[in-house]
């Protein structure tokens, strides 16, 4: 059996450039892996079955899990079944990337279980036919992103900091967001790359706009966590979560849920490890 961790991301800065013809946006984000993480298990079965700990999550065809194994068989060919367990751990709906983060890990598995040898970087390739994010997932964790988001560039690893993500009950659904989305001027994203490679970005999210537009009440949530003392508060991609830096009061709530983390990355020979 072949046990993988499959990390969520974290958006430090996320800038929405334009809107493109096809209906996507170009964005200028620097991703970054956490070790807030479901865990994925392979085996070679009679049959494919795909089971999950979280009853809420389908676990049918339209799964990432399962479109990633579609998708690498078309590709290569690979014709073994496999029984897959999802142990998830990463909320929903929660701008994490979490379903990305399954798809990438199940196209590393794939390949590890194939023999294939194929390359990150073609991994990455085959990865973004399936969702923007996917590519990122299979970096070594922290990565310039460009394009929808399929556009890698590999940063070195960032000085390790703890963090919180504060996920509230209220869902939010990506495509909503970019609809509700306004795109101004097209910003100078070469300054972007040049402020990652200082070490002097900012940390913002050009989505927390229309996501506070259509919830205002995570907007304030965000004006709570600050009052909670924390020095930054920003969302996680296109929500509902948010990641907290520095020390502040964590909230007690029952509509909210607390998680611990830390930046996490991964050699290039390697999958992600656990730090436990
Ligand atoms: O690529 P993915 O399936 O993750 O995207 C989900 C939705 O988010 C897309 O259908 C699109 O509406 C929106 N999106 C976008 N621009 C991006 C990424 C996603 O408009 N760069």
Redesign the pocket.
Known sequence: MLKLLSPAKINLFLRIVNKRPD???N?SSLFQTIDLADTLSFEFHSTDILTCTDAELSVDANNLVLKALRLFRQKTGFSKNLKIHLEKKIPMQAGLGGG?SNAATTLWALNQLSNLEISNQQLGEWGAEI???VAFFLSCGTAYCTG??EIIQEINTLPSQSLWIVKPAINQS??AV?KQLKVSTEAETNQDLEAILTQKFAYFNDLEKPVFEINPALNELKHYLYSCGFKTVLLCGSGSSFFCLGSGQLPLSDDITVYKANFINRTQACWYQSNY
Do not use: E, K, Q, V
């Open positions: 209906g996507y946006h964005l990305s969702g923007s994010d929808r988001g990506t495509p970019f």
